[in-house]
């Protein structure tokens, strides 16, 4: 890359890296470090991050099989550190969230949920989880949630932190929040209404109706169902088959497709088109383009 291109490479990522700031520091104001400590009073399972270098996808697991991959504090906190590692990944292309054990995640760990439930400690476990959810999702790699099993409440949402979602054919997504006198709080209701539209997400959170892959798929919830259950073993392999046909090419070349469609999504048209120049000028005149250039392909 030149200098020139380095230089505005630096820029974007420098703009993205300042959204994210702001994401830490929105709403209350105050420092997430209350809630740190309180989290990490609830120990027990892990997120672990697998970073394949070779192809450039990295695996994000959800593990704590013995509660259905619910997520316990200290798991919210080690999520929140491995998107922090992928925000760096610069080789990276694309990241793929499974469950271990052949199912997704039942959300919140119950027992956090009941230890929390004063409505202050309440906000700021969501503050902490939007704001590593907003982060996820606005990674410059391509995001799949594999859907195994059940996503059940907060693992729902965190269906809908990822680009896409695939789906094994015993797969669900269920938003159960309202059988537990709840709303999404992780930020999944602002992403479903994005992602469903508003009609089909009051349905979905008004209902806790149940989604299986063909609904999902129809109401444009689910990407593709991967034809084999849960707990095979083989859904990783067509998760990556699947993701191979968006993956060709080079990392920064990925990456920036991601970083546009981020800025077109969440930016105003002038700042989003202001963006998508500056990530342009990272790729333009680069060792894709001028290779690109010289093959003078044809796009038949
Ligand atoms: C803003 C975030 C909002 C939230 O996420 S609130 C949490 C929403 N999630 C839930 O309410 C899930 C409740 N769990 C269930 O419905 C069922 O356990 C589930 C997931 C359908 C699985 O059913 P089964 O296959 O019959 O298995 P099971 O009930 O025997 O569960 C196996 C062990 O896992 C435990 N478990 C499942 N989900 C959990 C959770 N979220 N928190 C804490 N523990 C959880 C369950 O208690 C059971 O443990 P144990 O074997 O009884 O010790």
Redesign the pocket.
């Known amino acids: 890359m030149s200098v020139c291109g380095a230089a505005r490479c630096r820029g974007a990522v420098r703009r993205i890296l300042q959204q994210n700031r702001a994401v830490c520091s929105h709403t209350s104001g105050s420092t997430p470090e209350g809630i740190r400590e309180k989290l990490q009073a609830f120990p027990g399972g892990s997120v672990e991050l697998q970073k394949q270098r070779d192809s450039g996808v990295a695996l994000l697991t959800v593990n704590n099989p ?3 991959n ?2 316990s504090g200290s798991m919210m906190l080690e999520l929140e550190q491995r998107v922090r590692e992928l925000e760096t990944w610069t080789e990276g292309k694309a990241v793929i969230v499974q469950g271990a054990a052949g ?1 997704f995640c ?8 009941r230890a929390l439930a004063n409505p202050h400690d309440g906000m700021k ?2 503050e902490f ?1 939007q704001n590593t959810l907003t982060r996820l999702l606005r990674l410059p790699l391509i995001s799949v949630a594999l859907v195994e099993g ?1 996503a ?4 729902a ?1 965190l269906t809908t932190a990822c680009d896409f979602r695939l789906m094994t054919s015993d797969g669900v997504i269920q938003f ?2 309202k ?2 006198g ?1 709303v ?3 930020g ?1 209701a602002a992403r479903l209404v994005r992602i469903v539209g508003s009609q089909n997400a009051l349905k979905l959170l008004s209902g806790a109706k149940k989604v299986d892959p063909d609904t999902g798929k129809q109401m444009g919830l689910v990407d593709e169902v991967l034809h084999c259950s849960s707990g095979e073993g083989n859904a990783l392999s067509h998760a990556e088959r699947w993701l191979g046909q968006f993956i060709q090419g080079p990392a920064p070349v990925i990456q920036a497709a991601k970083r546009v469609v981020v800025s077109g999504r969440e930016l105003p048209l002038d700042e989003a088109l202001q963006t998508e120049r500056s990530v342009f000028g990272t790729v333009w005149g680069g060792p894709a383009n001028l290779e690109a250039l010289a093959l003078k392909p044809k796009h038949k």
Do not use: I, K, Q
């Open positions: 013995a509660r259905m619910a997520f199912t039942s959300g919140s760990d119950l027992n956090a949920v476990m969501c989880m059940r059940l409440g907060g693992g949402e159960v929040h059988h537990m709840l999404p709080g992780w999944g």
